[in-house]
């Protein structure tokens, strides 16, 4: 816990006028998730289910062109690729 942060935070309140106080209460009555670590949104990888894995993926790969030109056999030969290595 950083304890600076929390006092300083705790002055900073205690400085805010009524309204910016009535203010700063409806911020956290409305989205609790938003102003809490704990609360933060977790990522897709944490929460989606094999099928929207499938989706995001199908997705991705037809976002790219498909219609590139092919890369010659020169191109992709060992040689081409690993020269004097081998």
């Known amino acids: 816990m950083n304890i600076k942060l929390v006092e300083s935070l705790a002055q ?7 309204e910016e ?4 209460d409806e911020k956290l009555k409305t989205d609790p998730e938003q ?3 704990a609360g933060k949104e977790r990522p ?6 094999p099928e929207e894995w499938v989706k995001a993926f ?7 062109p498909r219609h590139q030109p092919y890369l010659s056999d020169e191109a992709i030969s060992r040689e081409s690729i690993y020269g004097t290595r081998g």
């Open 58 to 64: 199908q997705e991705w790969a037809e976002s790219h």
């Open 12 to 18: 900073v309140v205690q400085s805010l006028s009524p």
């Open 35 to 37: 102003t809490s670590a």
């Open 21 to 24: 106080r009535s203010l700063l």
């Open 44 to 49: 897709f990888y944490e929460t989606a289910t």
